[in-house]
C-alpha cells in the first residue's frame, strides 16, 4: 500500500474478497457489506473511496442505489459502452465508467486459456482502432491486468511493448488517467455532453 500512495495511484473498492460477489443478497445485507469496504478503506487510506468495481461486476438490482447513498461517485460494473454514461439511481446520478471484460488478462488467459501474446494482440488492435473512433468523440480504453497474469516475468516482456506502443503512437491524443480523473472530467460537462446526463 506504501508503493501505491507513493505513485499516486487510485484505490478503488471492490469488496471484501473477490470470492464473495453480491449477487443474491438483500437490501439490508448488501448495505451492510458495502458500508464495510467504504469504512475500512476511508479508515486506512483517510477518505472513503470514490469508485466501485464489484467482485466479479455483480451487483443487485440496489447497488448502484446504496453506492450513491454512500458517497460513491461512479461504478465499473458495466460493461456496455466504451465512454463513460450516467446512471440514475434515487439519489441522483452516479457515473458508469468502461470496465474491460475483453481486455482482462484473467478472462483471455486464465479462463479462456489463450496465450500472452494473443492479450497483447488484443490491446494494440484495441487502442489502434479506437484511436480512430475517438477523433469523433472521447472514448475510454480501460486495460485490467493482474500482477498474478502478467507479472510472470515470461509475460511481462510483451506486454511493456504493447503499452509502449500505445503510449508512443499518439501520445497528443490520449490521456493516461486514473477512474477518479475521469469522473471528476465528466462531472464538469454540461448536460447532455455525457450520456444520460
Not at 460477489?21 to 486506512?44: C, F, K, S
Amino acid at each position: 500500500m506504501a508503493a501505491i500512495r507513493k505513485r499516486g495511484d487510485e484505490v478503488v473498492a471492490h469488496g471484501r474478497t473477490n470470492a464473495e460477489n453480491l449477487r443474491g443478497l438483500w437490501q439490508p445485507d448488501e448495505e451492510r457489506i458495502l458500508r464495510e469496504v467504504t469504512e475500512t478503506i476511508a479508515r486506512h487510506e483517510g477518505s472513503p473511496p470514490a469508485g466501485w468495481m464489484g467482485a466479479g461486476a455483480y451487483e443487485t438490482a440496489h447497488t448502484p442505489d446504496l453506492l450513491k447513498e454512500l458517497g460513491y461517485k461512479y461504478l465499473m460494473d458495466w460493461p456496455m459502452d466504451d465512454q463513460p454514461v450516467w446512471l440514475r439511481t434515487r439519489a441522483g446520478p452516479i457515473l458508469s465508467i468502461p470496465y474491460p471484460i475483453e481486455l482482462n488478462d484473467s478472462q483471455v488467459i486464465v479462463h479462456r486459456k489463450e496465450a500472452a501474446s494473443d492479450f497483447c494482440d488484443m490491446l494494440v488492435d484495441q487502442f489502434d482502432e479506437m484511436i480512430e473512433q475517438c477523433k469523433s468523440h472521447p472514448l475510454v480504453m480501460n486495460v485490467s491486468v493482474h500482477g498474478y497474469i502478467f507479472g510472470q516475468p515470461f509475460r511481462l516482456r510483451r506486454l511493456r511493448a504493447a503499452l509502449r506502443h500505445c503510449k508512443g503512437k499518439a501520445a497528443d491524443l490520449v490521456w493516461l488517467a486514473r477512474p477518479r480523473d475521469i469522473a471528476s472530467f465528466c462531472e464538469r460537462q454540461a448536460p447532455g455532453i455525457i450520456p444520460g446526463s
